[in-house]
């Protein structure tokens, strides 16, 4: 075991290496791959009829370009530096991938909540990429560029004071830290005014109201007597609308094997707890931006009876967008995110696991799986306004921050990352000249549109 004094001296070598400043920095390399390209590479794995709803999403603005293009930041982002003080990386952590859900003691709590990913590499790469996605939020919204600027900088800035927190902490101490709604009041301080107070209870009282049964209502309905999946094609086909009947029959009985491999993935007494649920439906579903096309399903289960649903959302998990070359014979993408998921969330699902299944489009695909809601809640960045989003990206910071604590070196990060202000006016000036790359590549997509290299379809 390294002692604290020789852990931060290698932050700060690495920050003699690396020098903070040199984040501010970013142009495309010479020889940066078309981002067209980049996303097309990945619709070759897709289901090809739901690619097109992926094209016109992340068409509507360069911030949902942006979410549905991790692919190419990343690209981008091995061209730039690398203090090579690796973490857990989300590996996908724009400011919509954090949230609010229940934890598995009945607790509210804010944090990162998507890992398809995630994947080991510098801590930077993840704060930049949130920090990207502020500032095109914030251009999106119309703020002007000193609000941008002060919203960016208040993400870095809680970011590089919270791993110092995190450094002088025990081991155990960052593991148990976590954000419960109840106390991000305390943990944003006076970024907090009476109104955003409220809202915090509005949102906190929106959010746990979306849970297995509030979605059981929305998404289900009697059909001949029997509780079914409601259709809302394309984003929610029931499978008995998909397919003939033998190639249902095939495939539900494909995701029962998958869904019996998934159990052995869960702890002894989750694996007792699944096992009073009882298979009822399912359904193909279309989630999120860069997940479209994706193999996703929705599993209806029902315990003592109709009155109490359990619904699985069953993922399908690629290689992740982090990751260089093909995976080798015993990488398993789908334990992978969840392991990613474990070891950087606070708290974490007791439903999430993983298997390998057979048979979905003639190979074998990694899976994982996990509740479709439960006190799942979401900020609005359409309404926010700059001093809203400022509190957010303070709280996104933290949040990234205590992840990466559990995972990295904490005192070299922080070492490295010192106190004075070259971290956040590094970051700052780094945000805006990709908020200039991301509209160029918005406006690369639809030009492709047009000219019908790619195909969009816009309202869906």
């Given at each position: 075991?390294?002692?604290?004094?020789?852990?931060?001296?290698?932050?700060r070598?690495?920050?003699?290496?690396?020098?903070?400043?040199?984040?501010?920095?970013?142009?495309?390399?010479?020889?940066?791959?078309?981002?067209?390209?980049?996303?097309?590479?990945?619709?070759?794995?897709?289901?090809?009829?739901?690619?097109?709803?992926?094209?016109?999403?992340?068409?509507?603005?360069?911030?949902?370009?942006?979410r549905?293009?991790a692919?190419?930041?990343?690209a981008?982002?091995?061209?730039?530096?690398?203090?090579g003080?690796?973490?857990?990386?989300?590996?996908?952590?724009?400011?919509?991938?954090f949230?609010?859900?229940?934890?598995?003691?009945?607790?509210?709590?804010?944090?990162?909540?998507?890992?398809?990913?995630?994947?080991?590499?510098?801590?930077?790469w993840?704060?930049?990429?949130?920090?990207?996605?502020?500032?095109?939020?914030?251009?999106?919204?119309?703020?002007?560029?000193k609000?941008?600027?002060?919203?960016?900088?208040?993400?870095?800035?809680?970011?590089?004071?919270a791993?110092?927190?995190?450094?002088?902490?025990?081991?155990?101490?960052?593991?148990?830290?976590?954000?419960?709604?109840?106390?991000?009041?305390?943990?944003?301080?006076?970024?907090?005014?009476?109104?955003?107070?409220?809202?915090?209870?509005?949102?906190?009282?929106?959010?746990?109201?979306r849970?297995?049964?509030?979605?059981?209502?929305?998404?289900?309905?009697?059909v001949?007597?029997?509780?079914?999946?409601?259709?809302?094609?394309?984003?929610?086909?029931?499978?008995?609308?998909?397919?003939p009947?033998?190639?249902?029959?095939?495939?539900?009985?494909?995701?029962?094997?998958?869904?019996?491999?998934?159990?052995?993935?869960?702890a002894?007494?989750?694996?007792?707890?699944?096992?009073?649920?009882?298979?009822?439906?399912?359904?193909?579903?279309?989630?999120?931006?860069g997940?479209?096309?994706?193999?996703?399903?929705?599993?209806?289960?029902?315990?003592?009876?109709?009155?109490?649903?359990?619904?699985?959302?069953?993922?399908?998990?690629?290689?992740?967008?982090?990751?260089?070359?093909?995976?080798?014979?015993?990488?398993?993408?789908?334990?992978?995110?969840?392991?990613g998921?474990?070891?950087?969330?606070?708290?974490?699902?007791?439903?999430?696991?993983?298997?390998?299944?057979?048979?979905?489009?003639?190979?074998?695909?990694?899976?994982?799986?996990?509740?479709?809601?439960?006190?799942?809640?979401?900020?609005?960045?359409?309404?926010?306004?700059?001093?809203?989003?400022?509190?957010?990206?303070?709280?996104?910071?933290?949040?990234?921050?205590?992840?990466?604590?559990?995972?990295?070196?904490?005192?070299?990060?922080?070492?490295?990352?010192?106190?004075?202000?070259?971290?956040?006016?590094?970051?700052?000036?780094?945000?805006?000249?990709?908020?200039?790359?991301?509209?160029?590549?918005?406006?690369?997509?639809?030009?492709?549109?047009?000219?019908?290299?790619?195909?969009?379809?816009?309202?869906?």
């Amino acid at each position: 075991m390294r002692d604290p004094g020789s852990r931060a001296e290698a932050g700060r070598d690495a920050r003699k290496r690396v020098p903070v400043e040199s984040h501010a920095e970013f142009a495309p390399a010479d020889d940066r791959r078309d981002p067209v390209a980049i996303l097309q590479a990945q619709d070759a794995e897709r289901l090809p009829e739901l690619v097109p709803i992926r094209h016109g999403r992340m068409g509507l603005s360069p911030f949902t370009f942006l979410r549905g293009s991790a692919a190419v930041m990343a690209a981008d982002l091995a061209a730039g530096p690398d203090t090579g003080l690796t973490v857990q990386l989300c590996g996908d952590a724009h400011l919509l991938n954090f949230g609010v859900f229940g934890s598995p003691e009945r607790r509210l709590v804010f944090d990162i909540n998507d890992f398809d990913e995630t994947w080991p590499g510098p801590f930077e790469w993840d704060v930049k990429r949130l920090a990207a996605s502020l500032a095109v939020a914030g251009r999106d919204n119309g703020f002007k560029r000193k609000d941008r600027r002060g919203v960016t900088q208040a993400m870095a800035e809680r970011y590089q004071r919270a791993m110092a927190e995190f450094a002088a902490m025990r081991d155990l101490d960052v593991w148990y830290a976590k954000a419960d709604i109840d106390d991000l009041v305390a943990l944003l301080g006076d970024q907090l005014d009476k109104a955003r107070r409220k809202a915090l209870d509005r949102a906190r009282t929106k959010a746990m109201t979306r849970d297995s049964l509030q979605a059981y209502k929305k998404l289900t309905t009697v059909v001949d007597g029997r509780r079914r999946i409601a259709a809302d094609p394309p984003l929610l086909v029931p499978i008995a609308d998909l397919m003939p009947e033998l190639e249902r029959r095939d495939l539900e009985s494909r995701l029962r094997e998958l869904l019996a491999g998934y159990r052995d993935s869960l702890a002894e007494d989750r694996r007792h707890l699944f096992d009073q649920y009882e298979f009822v439906d399912l359904a193909r579903k279309v989630v999120g931006v860069g997940s479209v096309g994706t193999r996703c399903w929705i599993v209806l289960l029902a315990g003592r009876d109709e009155n109490d649903p359990l619904l699985l959302q069953v993922k399908e998990a690629g290689r992740s967008v982090l990751a260089t070359g093909a995976a080798g014979p015993d990488e398993h993408e789908g334990r992978r995110v969840v392991t990613g998921q474990r070891l950087m969330q606070a708290v974490s699902d007791i439903f999430l696991g993983w298997h390998r299944a057979a048979g979905f489009d003639g190979r074998s695909r990694d899976f994982y799986v996990r509740q479709l809601r439960d006190w799942k809640g979401a900020a609005v960045v359409e309404e926010m306004n700059p001093q809203g989003m400022r509190a957010y990206a303070a709280l996104c910071g933290w949040t990234l921050a205590r992840a990466h604590a559990r995972t990295g070196d904490r005192i070299a990060i922080a070492a490295y990352l010192g106190q004075d202000a070259a971290f956040g006016a590094a970051l700052a000036d780094f945000a805006e000249r990709y908020a200039d790359q991301t509209e160029r590549d918005h406006q690369a997509m639809a030009a492709a549109v047009r000219d019908g290299r790619v195909r969009a379809e816009t309202g869906i």
